[in-house]
């Protein structure tokens, strides 16, 4: 029998007092009691160290039982396991950042989004497991495209030539941007002027570049940002059984050096030679979480491999590349920084875009950075308004629109 559908104005009611419920619950710190610590204590242990024990972290916590040499939590394992989806996802991306999860902040974030994130992950959870249903595709991009042929390139190789090829310059670098006169000077000696400029070159690197703007320039040390690797490994025979329908595969673990790995081969037959296939591993780097440059190939193989996802005597090539700017990692001020900068540089002709351009982690995909790009001149041409600068990313060529 369907049960009887609750009524608009008794669904209203009842939205209101979850908000009612879920918005002071979620504004307070419930990390100050001995219950609540061993229970984060318990989700740091599984997603970090993965083990059940709680040795590392049973300090924060008295509500443990002591066996054989070990701590353990007390409590039963149901609000834990409820958690653990928000917690190994949050871990996952302090992981990218160069974040330190056993840290201050991170410790306090992780905490927070598991506590927040466990009470509106319920009745999927609930719902998952009452169907016996995996729920392995989900978010903006669980659908996307690609080209068959040349890789991720290949997008902006074909963008490039519906471009006038004579306005095209490359390989200049910007030494000097003198706003009084609206010119740019780079590296080889050449001037070119300006009446509106679209820059997408890191912000940092940017301010420290103008003349003209000398106040901003004591922002530039403020722009958090963490480094990434790029390793990649090419291997021969076949894909393994386990990665055979796999796109990528996040890793929160600190054991595991990179936090995803993409198998390329599986985007398009053509990306690795017949009778081959390809791993790529992204392993970020930041002050907290430093990489060793000469030993990083050897580390992602090794992880590789004891994932089981290679046999090192099919290793036949590895590639190395660091990038300074890996991720733009948001920061408390920001925003305000940010306002500042942005308002000063528009008066000047200036419009920073793109990744590092506007240094917004939240709208700094291929999507998004192209789409800021296209906003900008139709704001500079038009007068309209940016809307995925500014946060909105339902513009038509983003991922959030499905395929
Ligand atoms: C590890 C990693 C994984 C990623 N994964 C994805 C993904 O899966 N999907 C996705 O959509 N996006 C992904 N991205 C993001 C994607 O790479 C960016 O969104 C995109 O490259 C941003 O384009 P952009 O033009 O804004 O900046 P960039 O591509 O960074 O271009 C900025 C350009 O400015 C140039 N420059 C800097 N200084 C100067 C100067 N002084 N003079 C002249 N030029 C200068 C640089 O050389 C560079 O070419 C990933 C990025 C990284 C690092």
């Known amino acids: 029998m369907v049960p009887p559908r609750a009524s608009r104005s008794a669904r209203a009611a009842y939205a209101l007092l979850f908000l009612a419920l879920f918005v002071p619950f979620s504004y307070f710190d419930h990390n100050d009691g001995w219950n609540q610590g061993v229970r984060i204590a318990q989700l740091h242990a599984i997603v970090l160290k993965h083990t059940i024990k709680i040795d590392a972290y049973h300090q924060i916590t008295g509500d443990k039982a002591y066996i054989d040499g070990h701590y353990y939590s007390e409590k039963a394992p149901a609000m834990v396991v409820v958690a653990l989806p928000s917690f190994a996802l949050t871990v996952w991306f302090q ?18 989004v598991a506590t927040v994130g466990s009470i509106g992950n319920l009745p999927r959870i609930l719902e998952n497991i009452a169907l016996k249903r995996d729920d392995v595709s989900w978010g903006p991009n669980s659908t996307f495209r690609f080209p068959l042929h040349g890789g991720t390139g290949a997008i902006w190789q074909s963008v490039q030539q519906l471009l006038p090829a004579a306005q095209l310059h490359f390989d200049r670098a910007i030494a000097r941007i003198d706003t009084r006169r609206r010119r740019i000077e780079t590296k080889a000696g050449e001037s070119i002027e300006y009446d509106a400029l679209i820059s997408t070159m890191p912000l940092d ?48 673990e600190p054991q595991v050096p990179f936090y995803r790995a993409t198998v390329f081969s599986n985007y398009s037959p053509n990306n690795a030679p017949a009778g081959h296939w390809s791993l790529m591993a992204e392993v970020s780097e930041s002050p907290q979480k430093p990489v060793e440059l000469n030993a990083i190939v050897e580390e992602v193989v090794s992880a590789f491999a004891r994932c089981g996802f290679v046999d ?71 007068g309209a308004a940016e809307r995925t600068y500014n946060g909105d990313t339902t513009s038509d060529l983003t991922s959030a629109r499905r395929l």
């Open 205 to 252: 690197r940017l301010l420290t570049t103008i003349d003209g703007l000398d106040h901003l320039k004591a922002h530039a040390p403020r722009f958090v940002h963490s480094s990434s690797h790029i390793v990649g490994v090419g291997l021969s025979g076949a894909v393994p059984d386990a990665l055979e329908t796999k796109c990528w595969i996040y890793f929160p």
């Open 95 to 112: 992981k990218l950042l160069g974040v330190d999860p056993d840290q201050l902040p991170g410790w306090h974030v992780s905490e927070w």
């Open 312 to 382: 090192r005597t099919n290793v036949v090539s590895r590639w190395h590349r660091r990038l300074e700017h890996g991720y733009p990692t948001p920061w408390l001020g920001r925003d305000e920084v940010l306002g500042e900068v942005e308002q000063a540089l528009h008066a000047a002709g200036i419009y920073s875009r793109g990744r590092f351009g506007a240094w917004k982690y939240e709208v700094s995909n291929q999507d998004h950075s192209l789409m800021q790009g296209v906003e900008a001149v139709e704001r500079i041409l038009d």
